[in-house]
């Protein structure tokens, strides 16, 4: 029958008795082209396993290799909902999530953990110089971070007022400048390079922060804006950032604003601006040294 045919033909295939092959190949051609593919598949493994090698050699395990199209940092702010901060005094659940934001970022900056003296040092609550801790290729291991206190930010630390002010209708934000592998910001070179209205924020040793209506219709409805932190905006002593492998326990500065006047039931929008010679920005990047927010306190 046709198919007892099929049927012997196949398994003949499979196994060929009289030739000793196994799939149409006899032992020794097995072994050949196996041996072959091992060989080749072996070569290309060697050939990307060194030019991985290569490659890493040319890397630091401390800094970027090029960091030549590296954008200046940017700024940020908590809460970070959206860009948009909406809640009502007399509704403790419109802000209790912003609260909750806020103490859970500034968690990190708790004085029971800065409290190891082979980890943190006192960096002085003035603006001060660059800390110079070495050169990122050196052999001085683990770098010491400054210690920055919540005592700093004032009615902002959460120390006093558990409810940053939103309970009040005074909100509070946390603003930061992101890290940047040794990078190390500049102060304004001279008043004329920022606009006349943040000039008086230009001092020694900080990269000042000047924030103001987004909008002209809003002007005269934001009402007074205060600052807290070390000179009101971000000290040098407090940079470079030397990398999470050589400064695992490092603290961003950060300066605290609370909005103590605003008009309420309007929705307002705030710019915020960092001034510095190697800072720019860019009409892309909403977040590339400033930012803007939305807020309106209802009551």
Same mark, same amino acid.
């Given at each position: ?10 398994? %003949? ?6 030739? =000793? ?5 006899? &032992?020794?051609?097995?072994? @050949?082209?196996? /041996? ?53 005094t007399k509704e403790m659940e419109t802000y209790l999530p912003y609260v909750k934001v806020m103490r859970d970022f500034l968690s990190q900056y ?39 206190? %919540? ?6 630390? =959460? ?5 940053? &002010?939103?309970?009040?209708? @005074?909100?509070? /934000? ?126």
């Amino acid at each position: 029958m046709p198919s007892d045919k099929d049927d012997a033909g196949w398994k %003949k295939f499979v196994w060929n008795s009289e030739k =000793g092959e196994l799939l149409g190949r006899t &032992g020794g051609s097995w072994f @050949k082209i196996t /041996l072959f593919y091992v060989i080749f598949y072996g070569c290309l493994a060697g050939v990307f396993i060194g030019t991985i090698q290569a490659m890493l050699q040319t890397l630091s395990l401390y800094k970027p290799t090029w960091q030549d199209r590296v954008a200046p940092p940017g700024l940020t702010h908590t809460p970070h909902d959206k860009a948009e901060v909406f809640f009502n005094t007399k509704e403790m659940e419109t802000y209790l999530p912003y609260v909750k934001v806020m103490r859970d970022f500034l968690s990190q900056y708790d004085d029971e953990k800065q409290t190891d003296n082979m980890q943190f040092e006192d960096c002085g609550d003035q603006p001060g110089d660059y800390k110079n801790r070495g050169d990122l290729e050196s052999d001085m291991g683990v770098r010491k971070a400054c210690r920055f206190s %919540k005592t700093l930010l004032g009615p902002c630390s =959460g120390l006093d007022d558990p409810d940053y &002010g939103f309970k009040q209708g @005074k909100p509070c /934000l946390i603003v930061k400048l992101n890290r940047i592998v040794n990078f190390r910001p500049k102060p304004p070179y001279s008043n004329d390079s920022i606009p006349e209205e943040a000039q008086h924020k230009v001092q020694a040793h900080v990269i000042p922060l000047y924030c103001t209506n987004k909008k002209e219709e809003d002007a005269g409805k934001i009402g007074e804006i205060k600052y807290y932190g070390i000179g009101e905006g971000f000290p040098l002593q407090y940079y470079p950032y030397y990398g999470k492998r050589l400064h695992p326990h490092y603290l961003q500065p950060l300066v605290a604003l609370q909005f103590t006047n605003l008009t309420m039931n309007t929705e307002l929008r705030i710019e915020c601006k960092v001034f510095g010679e190697n800072i720019y920005y860019n009409e892309k990047d909403r977040y590339q040294g400033r930012f803007d927010i939305k807020i309106q306190v209802n009551s």
